[in-house]
Every structure is written in structure tokens, then in C-alpha cells.
């Protein structure tokens, strides 16, 4: 009964926006219509970068106002042509493309059509045939607009799309960043200026995820929140539907298996469904069966004086629990230790933008690694990722934009407000993920500044109310004296680089400088530790015996010297190591960076480095101690 009520007020505390915002999924009742592809394309390159605003660009085809390229979406748009002006573009960019409607979107005013954006970075306005229907801020997070109001006002126009995109930053965004003018003539040419951030990743634009439109009902589901827990083998699935649209609906809830058979349904907006036999959600290589997923399909049926509505919505459903004690990370009352990586968005040529060879290719590496989870460094990750870990039971530790926040000025009231709503859309967009097991509010920031304690109690308190179903922390790097934030975390994530940023070379000084990091943290707060980041650079295919830095040799070691030290550890209170990184990834340039950071077990396109195998190896002797797997996948690990 307890743990009934329990999940009655978390899912009370979870519905704090107004509006939700549900993947966009075809049913019985919606329609979608893509608009990846081609968009024309310009770069406001005018002093103040103000033009496109001045002389109102979106009041026509943006071929009428001065010349266009061809721009793919999604994608950056910085490597996409050969101008380096465009690579290290500042300010606002202009995209713009025209669509043909179904007539039958425009004839029924009892659709909704809603234009989606899943992301665009980082600050983004809309128009639809010259009228602004949006505008966002912040990359990484969707947002969207309904226009088929305004498109029925002239049915005879085509529907023309133009999105306005600045990469600028200030101090107040996330991730912060500040323009800096050159103003001495003896140095620089007149207009120069430069963008500055504290954070180690290329600051790629453009529309980074995919474009729709999106039919429903007037009468809709808005938003659906599932909040799951066990009894024994009854599954507890307490859900709460919001529709908008009509003050009085009918509802039809169902909970299906994997099978398509019904498992139980309900009448009600909200309650909590009880499952029979349930089969858990579990993350890969601790079951011989993870990610099993429910679909929860909602049903809706409305009528106003002129006509009946019925929308239909199905939401996949993984039943887990997640707990944390002082020692260990809990997922359905097993202790679960995190042996994963960090990613970035990123590859050659699309930047951020959403590609799906990329993704299928990349979650292919990581169950040949023996990975069972990773962090979205160092900001939220597309949905299409998610659903994916949701599938594969791949666990997900889901990061804010909060990267590079260094300057006592962002963490003033702007920026927090800022970074609160961030946080919001955040988890309002992913609540119902069962691979997200906790929230990263930041990475790194410079807690050892005065304001940084209130600033990180109100963040991870507010992250808290939103979700109390699941843990929060911020990532440290292991500076101790920077543990501002660290009291009200549930789980500390530590970042470390021994022998690479300190004491270079000398391999000999991981284990003391580890274990001294470890248990000052666990001393000084008793809450387990997961090993955030550690790693080293590797030009691919450098050789030294013996090693020095920036070989395939010196990777090795580093790891090997940090596993050491895991594994006396990870008996006691170190509950999981995320290598950084997955793959090389591209960052600005500067001289101690050789083309992007090269710290990757992987190369950009996906190769191996000879620190792969060691990972892979070690991954899947970790999986066979502490998951369940079947013969056929015990150590040694599968070629
Ligand atoms: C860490 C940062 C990460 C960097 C990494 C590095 O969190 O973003 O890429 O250092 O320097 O401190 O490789």
C-alpha cells in the first residue's frame, strides 16, 4: 500500500508542465508527415547578423531575398560545404522549405496539425507562410507549434516552413559561451570576433533532429505518465493520461504484451494497472531477456455539438524499479553495476544531426563491447537513441546541456531560471524512458564558487520534485575541494585523468591518486560512486614500447591501471566506469587538441583502437560476474 501511494505522488509531482510533449507516433487516429531532406539554406553573414530580421526574410521564398544553398536535414550545417566562413559560422542561419499538405488536413478543422522541431541549436524561431508560430531556446529538446489554424486561413497557399537558427551563446545559456570582439586594427580586421566556451566539443548547428508535421483530433492525448514498481510477480504500471481539447472523454486504457495479447485495461484516466506475471524491463547482460517493453495504449473518444473524436496513442511501457542505497544502484531490487561508456553526438561530415546508420552502428558496438550503459555527455540525446536503449536495455544516464559553467556569472538567477525549465522539458520528455535510471543536472561546473551551493541544492531539489522516482546527481571532476553540489546528490559521478592532464606520463601514479580520490568521496559522503570519465588520447595506429602518451600502448595502461583499482573497489561502493569515450569526436581547434579529442576506444568512423578489446574483455567478465547470462555468452567474451 505504501509503495501505492508512493507512485501516486511521484506522478503528481511529474505532471508540473502544462503541455506535453509525446514522441510523435503514427496510430489509427494521426498521421505524420516528414520533412527530412532538402531545405534551402542561408547564413545571415551582415555585420550585426541582423539582416534576415530587418528585411523580414520569412515574409517570402528565402530564393527572393538573396541566393540559397542546399542544406540536408537533420544535420550541422558546419562541414557540410567547403567554406570554412560557414564551418565557424556565428549568428543566425536560415533555413526554408514548402510543403504540400493533404487537402484533407486543411478540410477537417477537427485536425490539429502540429509542425515538430526535435531539436535545432541553439536558438531557433518559426514561421509558416510569414507568420512566426514559435520560437525555442536552448538545442537538444523538441518543441513544436500547431498551425493548421493558420493554414486553413488561406487554403490555397502552399505551406511554407522558414526556421531562423543562432548558435550564439552568453553566459546565461547552456552550455554558456561569450563573443569576444578584437578591436585592435593592428591585429585583427574590422567585425572580428570569436566565440569562447569551457566546454571540449565542437559547438555544431543547424537542425540536428527531424522536422513533421503531426495530425490528431481536436480532442488528444497530450501527455501520458507511467511510473512502474513489483510486487513479487504483479507488475504495478500507475499511469496518468492528460488530454486536451474537451472537458469530457471517453477513456480506454490497455496494457498489451509483447505477444499483442491484453494484459488489463481500465476506463480511467489515471490508476494503477496490475500485471500479472510480469515480465520486468532489465538492461542487457543481466537477463536472458532485456528490454522487454508493454505497450500502453490509450484510447479517447470525445464529441462536441458538431462532431465525435477519437484519438489513439500507444506508449511503450518497460516495468522496472530503481533504488539506490550507500553503497550500491539497485534496477528491480539486483544490484546493477554500470560498465559503460560516454558518447557524443557526433561524426563526420552531419556533425550532430540524427543518422540512422550512426545510431544502429554505434548500439551494434556497444553490445560487442559488452556495454551496458552510457551518459548522454554532456547533453540530452534524441528520442530515436532512447527508444533504442528502452529496446536493448541499454541504461541511460540522461545529462543536461549544463556543460561548461565556469563563470561565477551563470550562476546568477538568469541562468538558473534558465536551467530549471531545461530540466523540466527534460524530464518531461523523457520520464517515461525505463533505460533513463537517473538524472545528470550538470558536468563539471566550477562548484567551488560561492553561489554554485544554492545553485546545484535548488537544481537537483527541483529534479527531485519532478521526478522522485529516480536518482540525480552532477558530474565532478576530482578536484575534492569542488563538492559544493555533492551533499545533495544520490549518486557522486567522479571524472578523472591521471597521468594524461596530471602527472603526465607517470603510469605508476593512477592507483595511489585513485584510491585516495575514492575514498575521500566515500569518507567525506557515504553514497556510492561511479566513475564518470577517465581516459586517454590516442592518435590511432601510434606504437611506442614503452608506452608514452598519445599511443595505442599508453591507452592500454591507463585502463588497465584504473581497472585495478575498480575492481578492489566496485566489492565495496564504486557501482560503475564509463569510459571516456566511445569515439573520437570533434572539438574546436586549439593546440592540445589533433583534430577533435581522440580520447575514443573507437576512431570517429568507428574503428577500433587497441584499448577496445581490452574494454570488451573486461566488460564481459564484469557481465558474467554480476548479470545472468546464458552459456552461450559467458567469458571469453564472443569474437
Ligand atoms: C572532461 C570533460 C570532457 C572532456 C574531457 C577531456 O568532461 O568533456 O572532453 O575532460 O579533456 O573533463 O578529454
Given at each position: 500500500?505504501?509503495?501505492?501511494?508512493?507512485?501516486?505522488?511521484?506522478?503528481?509531482?511529474?505532471?508540473?508542465?502544462?503541455?506535453?510533449?509525446?514522441?510523435?507516433?503514427?496510430?489509427?487516429?494521426?498521421?505524420?508527415?516528414?520533412?527530412?531532406?532538402?531545405?534551402?539554406?542561408?547564413?545571415?553573414?551582415?555585420?550585426?547578423?541582423?539582416?534576415?530580421?530587418?528585411?523580414?526574410?520569412?515574409?517570402?521564398?528565402?530564393?527572393?531575398?538573396?541566393?540559397?544553398?542546399?542544406?540536408?536535414?537533420?544535420?550541422?550545417?558546419?562541414?557540410?560545404?567547403?567554406?570554412?566562413?560557414?564551418?565557424?559560422?556565428?549568428?543566425?542561419?536560415?533555413?526554408?522549405?514548402?510543403v504540400?499538405?493533404?487537402?484533407?488536413?486543411?478540410?477537417?478543422?477537427?485536425?490539429?496539425?502540429?509542425?515538430?522541431?526535435?531539436?535545432?541549436?541553439y536558438?531557433?524561431?518559426?514561421?509558416?507562410?510569414?507568420?512566426?508560430?514559435t520560437?525555442?531556446?536552448?538545442?537538444?529538446?523538441?518543441?513544436?507549434?500547431?498551425?493548421?489554424?493558420?493554414?486553413?486561413?488561406?487554403?490555397?497557399?502552399?505551406c511554407r516552413?522558414?526556421?531562423?537558427?543562432?548558435?550564439?551563446l552568453?553566459?546565461?545559456t547552456?552550455?554558456?559561451?561569450?563573443?569576444?570582439?578584437?578591436?585592435?586594427?593592428?591585429?585583427?580586421?574590422?567585425?572580428?570576433?570569436?566565440?569562447?566556451?569551457?566546454?571540449?566539443?565542437?559547438?555544431?548547428?543547424?537542425?540536428?533532429?527531424?522536422v513533421?508535421?503531426?495530425?490528431?483530433p481536436?480532442?488528444?492525448?497530450?501527455?501520458?505518465?507511467?511510473v512502474?514498481?513489483?510486487?513479487?510477480?504483479?507488475?504495478?504500471?500507475?499511469?496518468?493520461?492528460?488530454?486536451?481539447?474537451?472537458?469530457?472523454?471517453?477513456?480506454?486504457?490497455t496494457?498489451?504484451?509483447?505477444?499483442?495479447?491484453?494484459?488489463v485495461?481500465?476506463?480511467?484516466?489515471?490508476?494503477?494497472?496490475?500485471?500479472?506475471?510480469?515480465?520486468?524491463?532489465?538492461?542487457?547482460?543481466?537477463?536472458?531477456?532485456?528490454?522487454?517493453?508493454?505497450?500502453?495504449?490509450?484510447?479517447?473518444?470525445?464529441?462536441?455539438?458538431?462532431?465525435?473524436?477519437?484519438?489513439?496513442?500507444?506508449?511503450?511501457?518497460?516495468?522496472?524499479?530503481?533504488?539506490?542505497?550507500?553503497?550500491?544502484?539497485?534496477?528491480?531490487?539486483?544490484?546493477?553495476?554500470?560498465?559503460g561508456?560516454?558518447?557524443?553526438?557526433?561524426?563526420?561530415i552531419?556533425g550532430?544531426?540524427?543518422?540512422?546508420?550512426?545510431?544502429?552502428?554505434?548500439?551494434?558496438l556497444?553490445?560487442?563491447?559488452?556495454?551496458?550503459?552510457?551518459?548522454?555527455s554532456?547533453?540530452?540525446?534524441a528520442?530515436?537513441?532512447?527508444?533504442?536503449?528502452?529496446?536493448?536495455g541499454?541504461?541511460?544516464i540522461?545529462?543536461?546541456?549544463?556543460?561548461?559553467?565556469?563563470?561565477?556569472r551563470s550562476?546568477?538567477?538568469?541562468?538558473?531560471?534558465?536551467?530549471?525549465?531545461?530540466?523540466?522539458?527534460?524530464?518531461?520528455?523523457?520520464?517515461?524512458?525505463?533505460?533513463?535510471?537517473?538524472?545528470s543536472?550538470?558536468?563539471?561546473?566550477?562548484?567551488?564558487?560561492?553561489?554554485?551551493?544554492?545553485?546545484?541544492?535548488?537544481?537537483?531539489?527541483h529534479?527531485?520534485?519532478?521526478?522522485?522516482?529516480?536518482p540525480?546527481?552532477?558530474?565532478?571532476?576530482s578536484?575534492?575541494?569542488?563538492?559544493?553540489?555533492?551533499?545533495?546528490?544520490?549518486?557522486?559521478?567522479?571524472?578523472?585523468?591521471?597521468?594524461w592532464?596530471?602527472?603526465?606520463?607517470?603510469?605508476?601514479?593512477?592507483?595511489?591518486?585513485?584510491?585516495?580520490?575514492?575514498?575521500?568521496?566515500?569518507?567525506?559522503?557515504?553514497?556510492?560512486?561511479?566513475?564518470?570519465?577517465?581516459?586517454?588520447?590516442?592518435?590511432?595506429?601510434?606504437?611506442?614500447?614503452?608506452?608514452?602518451?598519445?599511443t595505442?600502448?599508453?591507452?592500454?595502461?591507463?585502463?588497465?591501471?584504473?581497472?585495478?583499482?575498480f575492481?578492489?573497489?566496485?566489492?565495496?561502493?564504486?557501482?560503475?566506469?564509463?569510459?571516456?569515450?566511445?569515439?573520437?569526436f570533434?572539438?574546436?581547434?586549439g593546440?592540445?587538441?589533433?583534430?577533435?579529442?581522440?580520447?575514443?576506444?573507437?576512431?570517429?568512423?568507428?574503428?577500433?583502437?587497441a584499448?577496445?578489446?581490452?574494454?570488451?574483455?573486461?566488460?564481459?567478465?564484469?557481465?558474467?560476474?554480476?548479470?545472468?547470462?546464458?552459456?552461450?555468452?559467458?567469458?571469453?567474451?564472443?569474437?
Amino acid at each position: 500500500m505504501l509503495r501505492v501511494l508512493w507512485l501516486f505522488a511521484a506522478l503528481d509531482a511529474a505532471l508540473l508542465l502544462d503541455t506535453g510533449m509525446l514522441f510523435p507516433r503514427e496510430s489509427s487516429s494521426r498521421e505524420r508527415k516528414e520533412l527530412n531532406g532538402l531545405w534551402a539554406f542561408r547564413a545571415d553573414g551582415s555585420p550585426n547578423r541582423n539582416q534576415g530580421f530587418e528585411s523580414a526574410w520569412y515574409k517570402s521564398r528565402l530564393a527572393e531575398t538573396g541566393p540559397v544553398i542546399d542544406m540536408p536535414v537533420p544535420a550541422s550545417y558546419n562541414d557540410i560545404t567547403q567554406d570554412p566562413t560557414l564551418r565557424d559560422f556565428i549568428g543566425w542561419v536560415w533555413y526554408e522549405r514548402e510543403v504540400t499538405v493533404p487537402t484533407r488536413w486543411i478540410t477537417d478543422d477537427g485536425l490539429r496539425v502540429v509542425l515538430r522541431v526535435g531539436s535545432a541549436h541553439y536558438y531557433s524561431v518559426v514561421w509558416v507562410n510569414g507568420v512566426k508560430v514559435t520560437e525555442h531556446e536552448g538545442g537538444h529538446l523538441p518543441f513544436e507549434a500547431e498551425i493548421g489554424t493558420l493554414l486553413r486561413k488561406d487554403p490555397t497557399m502552399p505551406c511554407r516552413i522558414t526556421i531562423a537558427v543562432n548558435n550564439t551563446l552568453n553566459l546565461h545559456t547552456l552550455p554558456p559561451g561569450t563573443i569576444q570582439y578584437m578591436t585592435d586594427r593592428t591585429r585583427y580586421p574590422a567585425g572580428f570576433f570569436v566565440q569562447n566556451y569551457n566546454f571540449d566539443f565542437f559547438n555544431y548547428a543547424g537542425i540536428h533532429r527531424p522536422v513533421l508535421l503531426y495530425t490528431t483530433p481536436k480532442a488528444y492525448v497530450d501527455d501520458i505518465t507511467v511510473v512502474t514498481d513489483f510486487l513479487d510477480n504483479t507488475g504495478l504500471v500507475r499511469y496518468g493520461v492528460s488530454v486536451k481539447g474537451t472537458t469530457s472523454a471517453a477513456m480506454k486504457v490497455t496494457l498489451i504484451d509483447k505477444g499483442g495479447h491484453c494484459v488489463v485495461s481500465s476506463n480511467e484516466a489515471s490508476g494503477v494497472l496490475k500485471v500479472p506475471n510480469v515480465n520486468l524491463w532489465w538492461p542487457y547482460l543481466m537477463h536472458q531477456n532485456p528490454g522487454y517493453l508493454y505497450s500502453l495504449e490509450v484510447r479517447l473518444k470525445a464529441t462536441d455539438e458538431s462532431s465525435t473524436y477519437e484519438d489513439v496513442y500507444t506508449l511503450p511501457v518497460g516495468i522496472r524499479t530503481v533504488n539506490v542505497s550507500s553503497t550500491q544502484f539497485f534496477i528491480n531490487n539486483k544490484p546493477f553495476y554500470f560498465h559503460g561508456v560516454n558518447k557524443h553526438e557526433d561524426a563526420d561530415i552531419r556533425g550532430k544531426g540524427l543518422d540512422w546508420p550512426l545510431i544502429v552502428k554505434d548500439f551494434n558496438l556497444m553490445k560487442w563491447l559488452g556495454a551496458n550503459s552510457f551518459r548522454t555527455s554532456h547533453y540530452p540525446y534524441a528520442e530515436e537513441i532512447l527508444q533504442m536503449c528502452d529496446r536493448h536495455g541499454i541504461v541511460v544516464i540522461d545529462e543536461s546541456p549544463g556543460v561548461g559553467i565556469k563563470d561565477i556569472r551563470s550562476f546568477g538567477n538568469a541562468s538558473l531560471s534558465h536551467h530549471l525549465a531545461v530540466m523540466d522539458e527534460l524530464v518531461r520528455r523523457d520520464k517515461n524512458h525505463p533505460s533513463v535510471v537517473m538524472w545528470s543536472v550538470a558536468n563539471e561546473p566550477a562548484a567551488e564558487m560561492p553561489p554554485a551551493e544554492n545553485y546545484f541544492k535548488t537544481l537537483i531539489m527541483h529534479t527531485k520534485a519532478l521526478d522522485p522516482t529516480r536518482p540525480v546527481t552532477y558530474i565532478t571532476d576530482s578536484n575534492f575541494s569542488r563538492d559544493k553540489g555533492a551533499p545533495f546528490v544520490d549518486v557522486i559521478c567522479v571524472n578523472s585523468y591521471f597521468s594524461w592532464y596530471h602527472d603526465p606520463g607517470h603510469l605508476e601514479v593512477i592507483p595511489v591518486q585513485l584510491n585516495t580520490q575514492f575514498e575521500d568521496w566515500y569518507g567525506k559522503y557515504k553514497k556510492p560512486i561511479i566513475q564518470s570519465e577517465y581516459g586517454a588520447d590516442v592518435v590511432p595506429g601510434l606504437h611506442n614500447d614503452p608506452p608514452v602518451m598519445f599511443t595505442e600502448e599508453y591507452q592500454k595502461l591507463v585502463l588497465q591501471q584504473y581497472h585495478s583499482v575498480f575492481d578492489q573497489k566496485r566489492k565495496k561502493y564504486v557501482i560503475g566506469e564509463l569510459i571516456w569515450n566511445f569515439a573520437d569526436f570533434m572539438t574546436t581547434q586549439g593546440i592540445t587538441r589533433v583534430v577533435g579529442n581522440k580520447k575514443g576506444v573507437f576512431t570517429r568512423q568507428r574503428q577500433p583502437k587497441a584499448a577496445a578489446f581490452i574494454l570488451k574483455e573486461r566488460y564481459w567478465r564484469l557481465a558474467n560476474e554480476t548479470g545472468a547470462l546464458p552459456l552461450w555468452t559467458k567469458y571469453p567474451c564472443p569474437l
